[in-house]
């Protein structure tokens, strides 16, 4: 027989049994929530969470690449109020508050000085975004999470996505969401970290790693591509990524088959939007709380059915 190592977490009982009514009480344990990544879109998973929590659907472990990672910490620091507290937080989210940058010309004037103040090769300054995520968030260690979390970062030296489990939060938020290019990496404890989206876009294989049983996945991004011909070189920088992106998901699908009970949960949003636009915040949750409600819905009915024959 195959030895397991010891989870790093306990759990009380091999099933979950996270709420009343909860469509997944039967699933084995533990029950994790798995987020993507995906600046903007990130709105969509706090209609998700909504759509879950509202359901009796709670985790008993969080894993998150970037947006996820920060949306995660929200969730797994206190389930019952996590949208509330989310939909606080993205009412505060826009370039501005993000990137230090309210206009285009302010913003070709941030990335100017923060070029000569020693940002190197990132275009914009870490404290926004150090700001938002201290708003965020009311635990100091990610071992302290009430639910046990992982955060996923990218280990830029070489290129391979590394857990967080332990040590200050908020620095493995900013690592985590550090995108190159845009801020400056996060060096903790003599390792240096970018996006954890770069190497682990939607942490599967890492839920895997941790110990997840099951798994609820949380991906905000766009389930299509956006079907036309890039005309800027943003939108061909856009359409890159997301191709980039996908490859990484069909991989992550390959490794869940058949190995434990998977909910994957439906993508609304747009194609054609930007991952950097962030006038769509209210749109996407809404998408995300009624797509998700809809889709738990089927599944309870299907399941009645089941038990039924």
Known sequence: MQSHAAPWYTLGSEMSDSGAGNPLAHWPRPLTFVLSGGGSYGA????????????????DLVIGSSVGALNGAVVAADPDT???????LWEQVDRRT?????SRIRAAWEVAREGLTGQGAALCSPKPLTRLIESAIGVERIEQMPTPMVVVATDLLVGQPKLLRQGPLASALQATNATPGLFPPVQIDGVIYVDGSVSAHVPVRQALTVGARSMIVLDAGPAHMPGFIPRTPWEALHQAS?????????????????????????RPTPPALSSFDFSQTRELIEMGFNSTKQFLGDFEELADAGRRV
């Open 44 to 59: 969509v998973q706090v209609g998700m969470i909504r759509a879950l929590v509202e359901a009796g659907v709670k985790p």
């Open 82 to 88: 996590s949208a509330d507290r989310l939909i606080r």
């Open 98 to 102: 993000l990137y230090g940058a309210d």
């Open 242 to 266: 997301q191709i980039m992106l996908r490859s990484q998901h069909a991989d992550a699908d390959e490794d869940l088959s058949n190995r434990h009970p998977v909910m994957r949960l439906p």
